[in-house]
């Protein structure tokens, strides 16, 4: 996140949000977990979704879904890394980093049972 905002020479606000389907395991209970809602409304803005990973996809319709009915001007989703192997559910993206083979990824930004997150760089495991 701090990487691409610093290249979007744009004034911008950022806000988070945090939803959960994983928990510590590497296989997604299916049912996603709002655990953090933004901070502030979104209404008439053009909004940008930030994800580190879309797997099956069922976490980020339901962050369309949940935020297309707050209404924004335009709704967007940026992601650095997509499975489409592995995809349950159609969700576009708008711009992505890199596609990636079915393997449980981790390290910068993305966790393994919420450990290294800290990682400077992004590793996978079998399985
Ligand atoms: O396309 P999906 O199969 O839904 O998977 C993608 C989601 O999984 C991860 O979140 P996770 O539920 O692990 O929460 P976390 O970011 O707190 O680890 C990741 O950050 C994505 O939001
Ligand atoms: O490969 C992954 N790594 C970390 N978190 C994830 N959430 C969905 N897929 C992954």
Redesign the pocket.
Known sequence: MADLVRSIDLPLSMDFL?????GNATK?SGEVELIKDLRYPISGRPVLIV??????????NYLLRMLEARLPASLKVAALLSKPSRRKIEVPIHYLGFEIEDAFVYGYG??RSQLDRNLPFITSQAG
Request: proline share 0%.
């Open positions: 945090a939803v959960s389907s994983y997604s994800e580190d990973i879309v797997d099956t996809g069922i976490t980020l993305l966790d």
